[in-house]
């Protein structure tokens, strides 16, 4: 039994990390530049929706709870 976990082990430092790319993952026959099937432009209009949608909800959340107070 331990000859097959040294064997085991041995094997796993030998061999070789293998690191894929985003590539991989992408729709065959899309530009690189284009991940989740947005460019550079959506992805940033995405993520300042999500952020004002958070910020807003979590004043407001604060607000209804009674954790400040609007002058």
């Given at each position: 039994m331990s000859?097959?976990?040294?064997?085991?082990r041995?094997?796993?430092l030998e061999e070789e990390e293998v690191v894929e790319s985003y590539e991989v993952y992408a729709a065959p026959g899309q530009a690189p530049e284009r991940i989740f099937?947005?460019?550079a432009a959506e992805r940033?209009?995405?993520s300042i929706g999500c952020f004002l949608v958070?910020?807003?909800s979590g004043f407001l959340l604060l607000?209804?709870?009674?954790k400040i107070a609007l002058p």
């Open positions: 000859d097959n976990l040294d064997e085991l041995r094997r796993a099937g947005m460019t940033m209009f995405v958070v910020s807003l607000l209804i709870l009674d």
